[in-house]
Structures are given as structure tokens and as C-alpha cells.
């Protein structure tokens, strides 16, 4: 074929995507781009996981290994299949905050540490270059192939020198527009859409021409098969599962599948259509690969390089025509490949490596100086320049021999050793920024030692004979037999012992370590991103800044018009039309996130935190963010324990509501008691002070009328002293300094008190032996009181009936007691209960002496005493027994 | 009073929960079923000699559970897709 | 012939100066202190009048006063109830009972001698 056909075939093919991606930026910009947002198109971008590498590597590693390469998209396959579980959290948590690359993403969930950004990114370039190299190596393959029949010779190295500066002048021109590297670039996206369509229906045409053009039937093609590729079961086995998590891993942690997944996406729901629809179209790439590879290994002469089948198979069998298709399949698979990958490497250079660089460059100077958008446009672009001129110079000095699946699985691993970080980061809070670290690093040392540098055979770093051997001889650290560990496929070896270091670093260390404030706060924002609030009340980080200084911050990294455009809605939002909005912490969280679009999180805090100051993480908020997750588990809880609350309190609110009640008639009765006591002696009283105002006496009978009148208001004075004494005793306000007091001196008291009444009586009182050392601690004047109380009480229930009154006292184990008996009726059973009653007089009784609360007012003041006052069951007469706590019990009650 | 109860149109919520409960278990088990029947050891009782209609087994299983992976996800996306946010 | 009241009370004090100024009002004055014993007393003695306290040792006023109207002998005496309680219902219950006057304690001597006429001339 004719170099210069090829050339203007090329070159009309790379116009066209020019012309679309153009076309598309701006119907985007004028706001007519509905149809580029469609879930096909979301679809179509994604696969740019089919690079060259499947194009022209897929049939290459089939004609060799069989299925094997099946691994490779059925990985990715399950992945999309549980979209719902894993991808939808990130693509949710991409939006929600502004992630701008994997990179970013780990970066933010740890703290916003610039260190693992720089980390990340590091392995990404590492990882990539080799990848990169690897399309332009397979595009210049494609060239010299393609013209070879011409006669003409080739210049390789011009080919790749200019299809790189190609590649990055489109990707400078349509990746780097905006400055906001989370804003959608609608044009590359729509022009590797396209080359998405034109890779699959180039190797369907391939596919279809060899099984029913060449072969005449799948079950023919088949059929020609080499029958050692189709003894299968060899192939399933550890490098199966390898490449199966390898491959699902990479589908999310590559930067360009994260670009075009997470970074990309414009609508959460794309990802519901692309969550059948890529599996589908990742079914379709690998349909035909089999196929094409036995056909190829049956047709084409046996030195024929398998990885270039897909060419070389029309060619061969002269179809020019759907060679060149196949050409531009493979050219749309390498250079859509390179572009998102330039872009997304690029964002992370400049975010995570340039831009903290310059901001240290710029401490001590005024905070964020200097037109900062330029500066970020400007390390866009190097960083894409860069990257591809690493790209080229890889694959000028490697040279470009190796097998092509062995670099993309290479770069597989590499990437794979992002994962554990990042599944820890959205589904485990404790997953700490040290352990995240330790884990990635240590995880990606080994990638590089046992797979990354050991694929140069000895040309870069380690000598073939430390392969061979080990450094310094020592063979337990062989890079491809680690600890021994032997007959192991190098991809799995590599695997098992990378992910092992990093699985294990990450989880021990996030174990042994603590997450700052600013950490926590991410790691709830990620882990339980569906169940934030969507407007949270309180903003965790308090700091203040002036408007004016965040608005010039603003300007100068989003441009003067993004700037403006967000702080007047900032402003419209705070209900201050035409005014600068009030720098709320609220307002600055929000702006740091729009700055993080731009510029990664881990920068953006770090701009932010130079301007505003006193930065403090309000705890409470904090817990309330990382408790929502609780909160809501918590909230139904508590309603229910709430409502047996309710109910518990309402039964109690009945019983306190029946104990008024009670405690209402009681003082019902007690009021009608002590009316009906006040009033007996004042009818005495008003009914004889009425016959002697009338006059017409014998002085007998004056004197004797005026003894009543003076008695009744005595017993009148009595009674309200003591109902106030009773009310006193019952307040629990009772507050008596107690003394050591001598029982018996004061039982010899009280007897004094009464020995007139006993007199009086005619009937004679018995006293038992004194015990000695009978000392209670007490009041000796309100003790007195009880027994006279007790002593009157005995001589007036049993005056007549009975003889005798016998006072005893003693001691029990803990108590000292003193009891008051004597011979006379006894109390009834049925009053037994009721006689320290207030105003309960024995039955029978009338005493003009005493209102019936002697009893009560006796009890209390034992009561008061930390003692007690009973009713001895007796079969003659009523004894009454008072008690008293032995002295060292009081004070241990005291 | 005019507080209407919920409409006969309306899906009862307590049903409406389990029937996305049984979606999302439908879709962790059908991913899980999916990756228990493409790893090993399962995968290589279809590795076996035979070859249906000229084509073999291996290849025939694993396209086919490829595919109906694709529609079991296909029928399943579209539903989960309107079940709302939570987890 | 003088008129014949019954005193039934309790407390001393109030039975003396009750019986001084029927007394001198021109009764015949007898006196029960015990419930229990008041209704036969009353029963036997039909006096023109009985004056009854409310709360007796023994038995109620109350009941005395139920019996009272229940016998077909003592149906029609006039009671004059006197009580130290100051409940309203006190007075209602008494009333619904057929006392003839209710007297709270304390009480004016006047308003009692000139009620204890107006009844016993019935």
C-alpha cells in the first residue's frame, strides 16, 4: 500500500476527529449538547479501556495462551455488572466532591494529604509510560506494515516523533480549554466516542472476513484450530484469577479510566445504561478474537507476528481495503487511549506535583499571587508535552521488542496497587492517611522490584544477574522468586506478594495510627456519601477570610468570569443580590470544593487555609457528620424507646396523679378533723360566753362557767400547737443536732413530768432494774415528750380497767428499746392499725385532753430520731415499744 | 378534613422497600454468581474435549454466561436505577 | 307540762351548757352520751324534741337519725342535728334524712332555745 495513501488516510482520519471534537466543544458551549450527554456516549468513552493493546494485542496473546485474554474483559465485566455497589459510590463521590483524578480522590479521602497525591501520582506516570510507549510502538508497527508492500522504507522514529506531537497538540487543544479539570471536555470525549465505534467495527469486519470469508463458519474456523490452544484447562488457573482481579482493578484505579468513568461523568444515571452496555461492548471486542488468531496462525506463515494479525490477515489475503480499516481501528485505539491518559496524568501532575511546588515557592509572599490560572493552563499543557515526550523516549530506547500483553499488564499491576487504598478509603471510616501510605508505597516497591524493572531483562536498574541471582548474591531476594518463592508465573508472583504488603500494611498501620479531624471528616464523607444530607446545617470547618481576598483567590486560579459567575450565586444564595456574599464558613467550604475542580482537594485546602485564618474543626459538627450514619440507625431506635418512654411516664404520671388524689382526700380529712376538733371547744367556749353576757348568776356558777371557758381555750392552745408540731415533725425539714443521751435519765424525766397524773390515777407503776450505759444518740427534751406522751396515754386508756404500768428497757443487737405497758383493755384489733392514725382516738374514748395526734407526733419524732415506735402484740392490755438505734448504727445511717 | 390517605396509584411503601431490598440483593448475588461461575475451579468443568455444533464448550459456556450476565444486569439497572439513593 | 328534750352528745363541756339553757327555757332536759344507747333511750322516752350530735362514740348521728325515721314511733320527733364538721354534704345527707334543722358548732344559744320551742310545740 502506498505510504502516501496511508499518510492522507491518516491524516483525513485524524481531521475528522479534529472537526468533531471542535463541533462538539462548542455546541456544549452554546448549551446544545444533548445528545453528547447521552448514556451511549458515556458508554462509547469508557471504552477507552480497549487500547491498541486489545486491538492488535488481544489476538496476539490468543494465537499464544488461548482464552486467557478473555480475562482481561471479563474482569471489567463484573465490575460494571455490580456497578451498584462500588462504582456508583464513586462516581457519586467524584461529583459531590469535585474529584479531579485517582490521584485526587485518595488524596482527599486521606486528610487532603498532599503526599499520597504525590504518590499516586507518581505510580500512575511510572505505570503509564510504558503504556503509552506501547501505542506508538503498535501505531508505527501498524505504518511499516501496512507500507511494507510499497517498497519503501519506513522512518519509525519520525512516525512515532510526529504522531506524538499530534497527539499532544489535540489533546493540548481540546483537554485543556478550561482550567476546571472536573468540567467535562464534551470534545474529547465525542471524538474517542467516535473512535470507540470505529475500534469495534473494525474488528467485527476483521472478524466476520476470517470466520466466514477465510474460513466458511465458525464451526470450521474453529476447526483449524491448533489443538494444543484448545486444551484449555491450564489456562484457568492462578494466572486466570490474576488477571481476572488485575483487570478489575485496573478498569477503575487506571488515571484514564477513572477520567472517563468518574471524572467525565455528567449524570449519575449514565452509569445504570454503561453498566450492561460496556460489558456488552467489551463481549463484542473479544467475540471475534479466537477466531481471528486461529485463522491467522493457520494462514499466515509461522514466523508472522501473532499481535499484528488483525492486519496483517486481510492484507495477507489481499483486502487492502479492510486493511485499512483494521489501520484505523488500531490508530483509534492507541491515540484515544494516549489522550485520555494524557489528560488525566497531566491534571495530576499539575495538581499534585506542580502546583504544591509552586505554592511552596510562593511562601512568605502574599497568599496565592500571581495569575494562578495561568500558571495551572501552562503546567496542563507541559505536563501533556511531557508525557508523551516520555512515552516516546521509552519507546526509543526500550526499542520496542517486547510482546505487547506483558507492558499492559504490567501496568495493570502498577495500578492495582492503588485499589486496596481506595476500597478502603469509601467503605472503611478507619482506614488512616499513614496506613493508606504505607500501604500504597510499600505495595508499589514491590511492583517495581519483582515485575516493573525485571521486564527490562537487565537493561534499566537491576543487572541480569541480580535477576538471575539476587542482589549481592542473596537468593531469598530474587526478584522473581521472592523468599523462595518459586515456579510462581512472575504476574502472579508479583501480585501475591505486592497486594500481601499492601493489604496488610494498609490494614495494620490504619489499626495502629490515628485520623486527624480533617481525616475523619473525609472519611465519613466518603464511606457514607448516600447517607450525607444533602445541605448539612452546620459547616465542620470554622475559619474566617475576607470576601474580598477569597474572590481574588478565585480569579486568579478559575478566571475572572468562572469567578464571578460563582460568587454572585454565592451571593444570590446568602439573599445579597448585588453584593460580595459574607465569607461564612459555609461559603468557604464551598468554594475550596469549586477550587478542588480545579486544582485537586489537597491544594485547594492548602490555598484556601493560607487566607483563611483561624481554622478550627468545630467537633461537635464533626460528630455529627460521622455520627449521621449512627444517627439515623439511632433515630428509629430511639422513637421506640422514646414511646416506651412516653408510656412509661404516662403510667407514672397516673400513679403520682392517684397518689395526689389520695394524698388530696387525706388532707380533706385531715382539715375536716381538725375543724371538728377547733370547733368542740369553741362551742364550749361561745355557748358559756353567752350565758355569763346574759347575766343572772349565782357566783357558783360564774366561777365554775369561767373554769370551763379558761379550760377549752387551753385545750383549744393545745391542739394547735400540736398539729403544728405534727406538721413540723412530718415536713422532713427536721434538722436536730443529736447528742449522746442516757436512756434512763430520761425515762427518770418524763416519769417526773407525769407523776401527778399517775397519782391522780390510783394506779401504781412498775419499773424494771436500770440498765446501765444505755446511751442512744438523740434529743433528750423530744424523747421525754414520747414517753410522757406514752406514760398519759397508758393512765388514760386503762385508768379504771387496769392497775398497773410497767416501763422496761434494753438493748438488742443493734437497737436500744424502752416499753410502755400496762393492764388495761388493750387495744382492739380492728383499731391495731389505725392508732397512729392523726386524730385516731381509741374508740369509746372522750378526752377533752388531747386531740388523738399524741401517737402520730410520738412515732415522728422516733422516726426523726432514725428509731421507730410500734404496737407490741400483747394478749392483756397495750404495750408500746419505742427503739432506738445503738450509737455506731446511727452514725453509719448519719 | 381534607387529608387525603395514600392513593391507590401510590405503591405501598413497606412493599416498595422490599421489593428494592430484593433488587439489591438480586444484584450483589447475580455479581457474585458471575464471578464464582468465570474463576476456577468452577470454570474448568466446561474446559472439557466437547465441541457443540463445532465450537467449543469452554468458549460456548463462557460467552454464554458473559451474555446473560449482560442481560441480567440489563433488566436489573433500569429498576435499581429508579430505587433512589440509599444504600 | 314542760316539754321534754333529749340531749345525745358527747362531750361534757356542750351537754352542760345545753341542759342550762333548755333548762332555764322551761324543758325537761335528759341526756344520752353514747350512740349506741340513743335510740332505745329515745324509743322509750319519746321526748318532744331531740337535739343529736353527729359524730358519737358507738354510733352516727347519722344512723341514729335513720332509725329514727325508719320506727313508726319515733318517725315524727323533731331533730335538731348538731355537728362540729363543716362539710356540705354533712348538711345535705342529715336533710335527705328528715332532720328537722341543722345547727353547725359553734353555735348562738338563742337560735337554739328558739328553735327547740318552735319544734317542741309541734
Redesign the interface.
Known sequence: MAANLLIAVATGYVALLFLVAFLADRRAAAGRARWLRSPVVYTLSISVYCTAWTFYGAVGSAARSG?EF?AIY?GP??V??????LLR?LVRIGRSLRITSVADLLSSRYGKSPAIAVIVTLIAVVGSTPYIALQLQSLTLSFSVLAAGSGQEWPEAATAFWLAAGLALFTILFGTRNVDANERHHGVVTAIALEAVVKLLALIAVGIFAVWGVAG????A??R?DPQL?A??Q???ER??AI?LLSASAVICLPRMFQVTVVENVDE?HL??A??AF??YL?LI??FV?PIAIIGRAVLPADANPDLFVLTLPLALGREELALLAFLGGFSSATSMVIVAAIALSTMLSNHIIVPLWLAGQRGRHAAAGDVRAMLLASRRAGIVAILALGYLYFRITGGSEALAAIGLIAFAGAAQIMPALLAGIFWRGATRSGALAGVTAGSLIWAYTLFLPSFDGSFLLSAATLADGPWGIAALRPQALFGLQGLDPLVHCMFWSLTANVGLLATVSLLTGQSLLERLQAALFVDV??MRAARAEPVIRRSATSGDLYTLSERILGRAAARQLFREMAAEQGRADALPEATPAMIERLERALAGAVGAASAHAMVSQIAGGETISMEALISIADETAQIVDYSRRLESKSRELEATAAELRRANRQLQEISAQKDAFL?HV???L??????????A??LREGDLTAEERQRFVT?IH??SQRLTRLLDEILDLSFLESGRVNWQLEPIDVEAVIDQALAATEALIARSGMVLHRAPRAEGLIAMGQRDRLAQVFINLVSNAVKYAQGAGRHIAIRTGRTATDIFVEVADDGPGVPPEDRFQIFEKFARA????D?RGAGLGLPISREIMRNLGGDLRLVPTRRGATFRVTLPLPQRAASVA | MDAPGPSAAEPDPGQEGLRRRRL?DG??I??LA??FM????F??VF?AAA?P????L??LY??GV??A??????LL??R??RTG??? | MPRRVLIVE?????V???S??LGRAGFEVLVE?DGAAALARIAGETPDLVILDA?L??RSGFEILRDLRAGAATARIPVIMLT????ARDREMAEKLGVDLFI???????HVVETARRLAER
Open positions: 482464552l478473555a471479563t465485566t463484573l460494571f455488572v455490580g456497578w451498584w455497589f459510590k463458519g465458525l464451526g470450521a474453529f476447526a484450530a484448545l484449555q484447562g489456562v484457568f488457573g486466570w484469577v481476572t444515571r445504570a445504561t453498566a450492561w460489558p456488552l463481549m473479544c467475540l479466537l448516600f447517607r375536716n375543724s371538728h376538733e370547733r368542740t371547744p369553741m362551742t364550749s367556749i361561745r355557748s358559756f353567752e350565758i370551763i379550760e377549752e374508740r369509746g374514748q372522750t377533752s | 439489591r444484584a450483589l447475580m455479581t458471575g464471578a468465570l474463576l476456577p475451579p470454570i474448568r474446559a465441541s455444533w463445532g465450537i467449543p469452554i468458549v463462557l460467552f458473559w451474555a450476565l449482560i442481560l441480567g444486569c440489563f439497572a433500569r435499581l436505577d439513593d440509599e444504600e | 358527747d362531750e361534757p363541756n356542750i352542760e351548757s345545753l342550762w339553757i352520751s359524730m362514740p358507738g362540729a364538721r363543716s362539710q353547725a358548732k359553734p353555735f348562738s344559744n338563742a
